[in-house]
């Protein structure tokens, strides 16, 4: 396997929340990362069927417009009682009409759905991080993790993003988005394939 050594690494995501984690998970490793936005590279449509195939190709298309080794993440919540949805389509089901995207209406969009089938449901939850890093030649390395957790409502803190307020880790007492990033950053989906990420390729 190829390692990854100091220099430009493209974040290929337009997604500030995710683009400021990664930076702060790549922080003590030397490398220089410049996001696609940065860069004005468009965002591909996400036509994968899997995190994988979807992390895969916004890296291909970054490192082929940038000649730089790119990184992306695909990710998303997978609440087991309605069959692993919204998964891929996390950040579709907040998006509103005129393509603004506001994370309450899919929180309630989940909690609508989970009390449509009944106050015993399970409110079982994970969080996957999908990581894809592909250089310009076209060789590529993937790294997958993953958070078991449950479900709060009414959703709790402001720190995070996405469906954080609504996600309490497993054995916790604070959702993701109340908890100190720096913990959140220990446990995560996201820290969990970085581990596997940082391990192979550092
Ligand atoms: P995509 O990977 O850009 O398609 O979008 C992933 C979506 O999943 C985000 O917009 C969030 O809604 C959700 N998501 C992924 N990771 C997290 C997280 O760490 N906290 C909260 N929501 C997340």
Redesign the pocket.
Known sequence: MRTLGPGKLVIA?H?E??VR?IRDLLGPYGVEPVSAAELDLPEPD?IGVNFIE?ADLKARQAADLSGLPALS?????CVEALGDRPG?F??RW?EAEDGS?D?FR?MQRVEDELAALGPDVSRDAH?V?ALALVWPDGESEWFEGRVEGTLVWPPRGSR?????PM?LPLGGEQT?GEMDPAD?HRI???ANAFRKLVAALF
């Open positions: 995501s997604n929340g995710k984690e996400e979807n993440d695909d990710s998303g919540l891929i996390s950040a907040a995207r994370f899919a969080f991080c995070g993003f996405g469906y954080d996600f993701f959140k995560s989906h996201r």
